[in-house]
Nanobody, 125 residues
């Protein structure tokens, strides 16, 4: 069983920065690939960034590449998403997820078996 709790969202002006955190319970976190997704009103949940448990390799959506950085601290059971140069189109609820051991594709929502409750990020123009 894995529980995920996101924090760090808020209201920021365009060009600003935020750092999201996702605290995980359970020892399984250390061996779990983790990711951030986001969902804007009226849109489907979309992939943002992922990090592996083994070599900490990372993947990013094209829309955030160069602006967002995903990282993890296994000692703290926490995954982070540093978001810089924020744009109004980044406005969404951000969710962290744990990739299922059987999940084949890091960018697909259905490959994740645990999700947090989400944290709202609003970027004003």
């Amino acid at each position: 069983q894995v529980q995920l709790v996101e924090s760090g969202g808020g209201l920021v002006q365009a060009g600003g920065s935020l750092r999201l955190s996702c605290a995980a319970s359970g020892r399984a976190f250390i061996f779990s690939n983790m990711a951030w997704f986001r969902q804007a009103p009226g849109k489907e949940r979309e992939f943002v960034a992922a990090i592996s448990w083994s070599d900490r390799s990372t993947h990013y959506a094209d829309s955030v590449k160069g602006r967002f950085t995903i990282s993890r601290d296994n000692a703290k059971n926490t995954v982070y998403l540093q978001m810089n140069s924020l744009k109004p189109e980044d406005t969404a609820v951000y969710y962290c997820g744990r990739q299922s051991p059987s999940g084949s594709y890091y960018y697909k929502v259905d490959g994740y078996d645990y999700w947090g409750q989400g944290t709202q990020v609003t970027v004003s123009s």
